[in-house]
């Protein structure tokens, strides 16, 4: 059965179809009444279509009373009509310009002689160009004639002198102002029978818009200073204005012109058409000055990235500097050829490398850092090269190399600085990569000291301890044979220059802590000394999540809208405790909130913190669900909102935001999981929520669901009824959304081991694939594994033991099962994120105050009292009741600062 916008754009495009063919019909297009008559449809709901099929680009509207609606000229309908569009150049034609076409189009083929036009755009964006555009499609399709004028005129040259200006427009007679000392013919008599264009048309002023309506309304117009001699003029006009229309045009104005055509700033076109405009300029200044023109990686991701707030002409203009500046030493130092180089350009266009880790994965599909472009008149060469191609043990020569090449070409040091610091992360991503598939560790043993692989293993189960954070086996690897290089070459007194020590120092100092740990072995170890360059450069592998590309790009963000108090902090909260990442925000609107009020209060929030990568909208009722289209509409950014948002809702959107960069997949797989979120409820609850400290992971490639039967089976064939242990089932289909899984879970539990149809190479976590469960029915590694880990009882035993030499006071046999259970309800109804150190120091602190509380000791006040109650209400309340059993078997009462000591052990605060 068809949608109801499939019938009423049917109807609509039938109709245009027969109008254009009949070619007798004045206007094209049906009315919102006529349509809803023609289909019995409810006039509310056939106007809410048509708008929708306005934004989509498929449907245009004519403004007037009443308004008329007619589908756009696409580029199939016009191979229908035989016609031949100027447009089929125009970069973007079938992107960011599609839409602009479809309504020019539908401008100018509108009976009998088109519809006049307004542009905007900012400057630079190619209003002019495509005005021009526009005249030769009318050209083309028989419009005007052949040499039918196109006159263009930029009101801002005469905005001074508004007289002048009109003079210009309209003509004028002799005597009429000061200067006018002849008659004069105006533009819109040499503009007859053709198309005028007025760009900066806002610069006109109250009086000479009022003429331009007459002009459109009756055409007619009087010249300046000739009141009783009207003149005709038959004219299209399409007038341009980088301002907003509606506070700097008359309404009057305005209202005659039907169509209004937006053209994207080069911000919003896509990297691939900025790309084609960028390979369109070189081949122009090629052209010009008759050579080849070769461009190095680093200038093309320079241009498709740095902030060019002229638009297209701005970007023109500084690749003709480049260029300039390439010839000029072609020329001065006698070379083969041009070379443009990142160097060439101004800062600003530098600067644009700075972008390049948020959207190092759409410029990479675009061009490499191996790569070279060479631009002629007839087109455009690729070049790999080489000598670019980065083997482990040549990464300090790569760098030398580079600096050497640098220096020859005369690049100041400041620029050099810059460049490496760029080259150096690209050098060392290109390092890493080489290590996707783990090594044997016998044969690494035959090129490294087997003294630095003990160190680097050492040095990694410390790192991940106090980072609380996985690493890949390609970390291991790469980081033995990077010392390995680092010692001989240190040994050899080579110097060594780490351009980003200083940004490392400043963005990961726990890491650089962490690095000058496994610097001092070294030193210790082979007698040397370790530069801080060199320290850097080890950070670097334990930074590896951030610097990855895949890691920084830019992400959506998840913002939570609810009407209450606190209501979409806590969901928000909860998200981001259980699976992480920087992207989730909550909005709570208090129920006597003006909806105009929290409507520019979301605004702020989403413009504020959105990443350009768009914005999933969480909402429960009511207007905050309306927001969503309405922010669009205003700002551009691309919102799709969800309704009835329920936690696991927002975790899952979340979890889905961190490694999927396109909302509306976001949006399609959140919606189809809500049918199945109730029994997906369980396993993506305990995914986030696992209450045991060491975890089995299971995975498989083709889902969830496999998972859980390798969970199922591990769970009937090893007892883990008195152990620590606990089964999770996760995907593995998204290895991008599998690690940052992992990841999370390792944060705050143990993973013991892996099993599975995919290996992560996790870093010192054992892999088990499936193909070994069913070649051995005993799970004999499982059970090994299994065997080693401490049942809790042994773990309190160890505890227990060493209370009763400290706190003798107390009958450690009684207090210890009132303890056990206690700290059981604390991990049910507080926090699972207990440690046995945490564990430890809450047990002894438990102790010492009850004995406190039996010799009626005071308890010191504690400072954070009130912050704590009024910041952790839930958490407070559930400690008081989970402390009754043991305040009633020692006919002691806890004091709201000792509640608040406990809170503070066992959150960490």
Request: hydrophobic share 40%; glycine share 6%; proline share 2%.
């Amino acid at each position: 059965m068809k949608k109801s916008e499939d019938i009423i754009f049917d109807y609509l495009n039938d109709k245009c179809t027969k109008q254009r063919l009949e070619g007798k019909s004045k206007v094209i297009g049906c009315t919102t009444k006529e349509i809803t008559d023609a289909l019995s449809l409810q006039r509310t709901n056939v106007s809410t279509i048509l708008n929708k099929l306005c934004n989509s680009g498929k449907v245009y509207k004519i403004k007037g009373k009443p308004i008329i609606y007619a589908v756009a000229v696409t580029d199939e309908m016009q191979k229908s009509m035989k016609v031949q569009g100027s447009f089929e150049t125009l970069i973007g034609r079938n992107g960011s310009l599609k839409k602009c076409i479809q309504q020019a189009k539908a401008a100018i083929l509108y009976p009998p002689n088109g519809l006049h036009t307004l542009l905007l755009g900012p400057t630079g964006v190619g209003k002019t160009m495509f005005a021009e555009l526009m005249y030769k499609f009318t050209i083309e399709k028989s419009v005007f004639p052949q040499g039918a004028p196109f006159v263009a005129f930029n009101c801002s040259d005469y905005a001074n002198n508004s007289q002048l200006l009109l003079a210009h427009l309209f003509g004028c007679k002799k005597g009429a102002f000061t200067g006018a000392d002849r008659d004069r013919l105006g533009l819109v008599d040499k503009a007859n029978d053709g198309i005028l264009f007025l760009d900066e048309i806002h610069r006109l002023p109250p009086e000479g818009q009022e003429m331009l309506f007459m002009l459109i309304d009756k055409g007619v117009y009087t010249p300046l200073g000739d009141i009783d001699k009207k003149k005709s003029s038959k004219v299209l006009i399409i007038c341009a204005t980088t301002e907003d229309a509606d506070s700097t045009l008359l309404s009057t104005f305005t209202r005659r012109i039907p169509i209004t055509i937006n053209i994207p700033s080069l911000k919003e076109r896509t990297l691939n058409e900025r790309f084609e405009l960028i390979g369109g300029f070189f081949k122009t200044e090629s052209t010009r000055i008759g050579k080849e023109i070769t461009v190095s990686a680093d200038a093309i991701r320079a241009l498709l990235l740095y902030n060019c707030t002229g638009n297209i002409g701005q970007l023109k203009s500084d690749i003709q500097l480049g260029c300039a500046n390439a010839f000029l030493k072609y020329v001065s130092k006698g070379e083969k050829n041009i070379e443009v180089h990142s160097t060439d350009f101004s800062s600003n266009v530098r600067h644009g490398l700075v972008m390049y880790k948020q959207y190092s994965q759409k410029v990479d599909e675009i061009i490499r850092d191996d790569m070279k472009l060479s631009f002629n008149s007839k087109g455009t060469k690729l070049h790999v090269e080489s000598n670019y191609d980065l083997l482990p043990n040549n990464f300090y020569e790569s760098i030398e190399k580079r600096i050497q090449e640098l220096k020859e070409r005369g690049v100041e040091e400041e620029d050099i600085d810059f460049i490496m610091s760029f080259d150096i992360k690209n050098y060392f991503n290109k390092y890493i990569r080489k290590f996707e598939q783990s090594v044997n560790k016998k044969e690494l043993s035959k090129i490294v000291d087997n003294n630095i692989i003990t160190i680097v293993e050492d040095f990694l189960k410390t790192a991940s301890e106090q980072l609380k954070r996985i690493f890949q086996a390609k970390v291991f690897y790469g980081l033995c044979l990077h010392i390995s290089s680092s010692i001989e070459r240190i040994l050899k007194h080579k110097k060594i220059v780490n351009y980003n020590l200083e940004e490392i120092i400043q963005k990961h100092g726990e890491e650089y802590g962490l690095a000058l740990i496994i610097a001092n072995k070294l030193e210790e170890e082979f007698n040397i000394k370790i530069p801080a360059d060199e320290v850097g450069f080890m950070a670097m592998f334990l930074c590896i999540d951030d610097i990855d590309e895949a890691a920084e790009r830019s992400k959506p963000i998840i913002v939570v809208a609810m009407h209450g108090k606190n209501t979409a902090s806590s969901m928000a909260e909860v998200a981001n405790k259980l699976v992480g990442g920087d992207n989730i925000y909550a909005y709570d609107m208090n129920l006597d909130k003006k909806s105009e009020i929290a409507y520019r209060e979301l605004k702020d929030l989403i413009v504020e913190n959105h990443q350009g990568a768009g914005v999933m909208l969480l909402v429960d009722m009511g207007s905050l669900g309306m927001f969503g289209e309405l922010i669009t509409e205003e700002t551009g950014i691309e919102i799709r909102v969800i309704d009835m948002v329920s936690t696991l809702l927002v975790i899952e959107c979340l979890r889905k935001a961190q490694t999927i960069n396109n909302i509306h997949q976001i949006y399609e797989e959140v919606k189809y999981s809500i049918s199945f979120l109730n029994k997906y409820n369980t396993s993506l609850t305990q995914t986030y929520m696992p209450s045991k400290d060491n975890i089995i992971i299971t995975n498989c490639i083709t889902g969830e669901g496999s998972a859980i039967k390798l969970k199922n089976m591990i769970e009937e064939k090893v007892n883990l009824s008195n152990k620590d242990i606990e089964v999770i089932a996760i995907s593995a289909g998204d290895k991008k959304e599998m690690y940052n899984t992992i990841n999370v879970l390792s944060k705050g539990k143990k993973i013991i081991a892996i099993v599975g149809t995919v290996n992560p190479n996790i870093y010192d976590i054992p892999f088990i694939p499936t193909s070994e469960l069913f070649l051995d029915s005993s799970y004999t590694r499982i059970k090994n594994i299994v065997e080693r880990i401490k049942i809790p009882e042994d773990i309190y035993k160890d505890i227990f033991e060493s209370l009763e030499k400290e706190v003798k006071e107390l009958n450690i046999s009684d207090f210890k099962p009132l303890c056990v259970n206690l700290i059981d309800t604390i991990r049910r109804n507080i926090t699972t994120n207990l440690d046995i150190y945490i564990v430890s120091g809450f047990i002894l602190h438990l102790a010492c105050a009850v004995v406190r509380m039996i010799n009626k000791e005071p308890t010191s006040v504690c400072s954070r009292r009130e912050e704590i109650k009024n910041t952790y209400i839930k958490e407070y309340t559930s400690l008081k009741e989970a402390l009754i059993s043991i305040e009633s078997h020692y006919n002691i009462q806890f004091s709201q600062d000792e509640l608040c000591y406990m809170l503070m052990i066992i959150l960490s605060i």
